[in-house]
């Protein structure tokens, strides 16, 4: 019933830019934290960013810098602006949310993935 969305991938020469987007439906429990990861031909799941309920926000040393994440609560939508993008930024980009279901219940939910791919 909870349904993320990713949408915002696609080719890019290196140097470029992307906004990925999150959008998020059927949401009616707590976000406890919201973020990105990455998955790149060859390599686990990695995560990107994230963004706190209470608006923290933590990065990847490998993205410090270039990447930015925020949300817009209103739209219930989650973004990751990327700029300066390099080859090995190329992957499948996934979002991620953890909500509290209960007082001792959470649940992950994940996108299915938008393919960022980054040439040379």
């Known amino acids: 019933q909870v349904q993320l969305a990713e949408s915002g991938g696609g080719l890019v020469q290196a140097g470029g830019s992307l906004r990925l987007s999150c959008a998020g439906s059927g949401i009616i429990y707590s976000i406890n934290d919201m973020g990105w990861y990455r998955q790149a031909p060859g390599k686990q799941r990695e995560l990107v960013a994230t963004?706190?309920?209470?608006?923290?926000?933590k990065f990847a040393d490998s993205v410090k810098g270039r990447f930015t994440i925020s949300r817009d609560a209103a739209k219930n939508t989650m973004y990751v602006q990327m700029n300066s993008l390099k080859p090995e930024d190329t992957a499948v980009y996934y979002c991620?949310?953890?909500?509290?279901?209960?007082?001792?219940?959470?649940?992950?939910?994940w996108g299915q993935g938008t393919l960022v791919t980054v040439s040379s």
């Open positions: 963004i706190s309920g209470s608006g923290t926000t």
């Open positions: 991620n949310i953890n909500l509290r279901l209960s007082l001792i219940r959470t649940l992950e939910v």
